[in-house]
């Protein structure tokens, strides 16, 4: 069984809060992580399940185990109780640990009952850090969920697709997303043909028939439902003018993959998007491992209208950190110039260029490094 960075949290969250939302996309081990704190199990998008945990409900609050309820916006009735039993012992702690595979309607469920009374916790699909013997090349290629072929076997990218699929005539019109499932097909597609770009919303709903306003929304869903990762822009107060669009990433690179064709690692080297690629895996990879260590951080880029720019910018304690993804062993000297004039514009404390290269070299406040030695710069500021 593979070992969850975030298990930690979640135990840290129970010991602070009655309840704790346990959120993330399908897949991607939230009930197998349940499962590991307790053996109390209810899925609550079973019919059975629903009336097992009503009949049992007065004897689950007398003891003093933990509770699990999987899916816990498939039955919205639950919500009440639940806000019944912890406001009738508020001292109590680590009661019920709710799973949900869509935010949007978990999220107004606990925004309506359970306000003040639940920590969240994101899982994502599997770091890098959480699958040391697989080379970081397969990980990239092949993305994060453990069903999906990154720790073995020959599902990819087969599993993704009909893991998409599956998503766009089932899930997604379940949860709420009001778009047909065909219509919803090809905006996967476009969105993976846009991904790391600056979103534009007109171009994609002309092509899908819709309006902007539509497509945004439709966005907005996806975003919720932890499949793309939207990058506002960080805006300071410069002469320079800006790019202030969003860019739009998918946060999973399987998925990313499976959806643009890519079967193999070499055929993925060859494409003319392989850049932008890496970027979002390198983004992706940084703020799910800072996430899975307790430290939300909220993810810009920087861009000005002559073309200065960073890939990621955010704050961790009172430092900016700026970080250049680049798809190459030998960064150029000039790549790290560029770099550092767009850092300037920002007053970034710390500057990273995140390349292939054989070693990290930080000063301390600026350097190259892996992807794996940006993680431990990070590990040791947060320590």
Known sequence: MIAREMTALVRARLKDYPAVGLVGPRQTGKTTLARELSAVYFDLEQPAERIRLDLQWDGLMKQKKLVVLDEAQAWPEVFPRLRGAIDAERKRVGRFLLLGSVSPALMRQVSESLAGRL???ELAPLLSSELPDVPLAERWLRGGFPEGGVAGGSRFPQWQLDYLTLLAQRDLPVWGLPAKPAVTDRL?????AVHGQIWNASQVGQSLGLSYHTVNSYVDFL???FLLRR???WLPNLKKRLVRSPRVYWRDSGLLHA???VREADELLH???VGASWEGFVIGQVVETLAARGVVVMPHYFRTADGYEVDLVFKLGRRLWAVEVKLTSSPAERDFARFNAAADLIGADR???VAQVAETTFNGKAGV???PGLLELLAKEIA
Do not use: Y
């Open 223 to 225: 975003e919720g439902a």
């Open 259 to 261: 959806l643009l064709g």
């Open 188 to 192: 996967l597609h476009m969105t993976a």
């Open 271 to 273: 494409q003319p998007w």
């Open 369 to 371: 490094a892996t992807l």
């Open 351 to 353: 500057r990273v260029l």
């Open 231 to 233: 990058l506002p822009p």
């Open 119 to 121: 920590g969240l916790v």
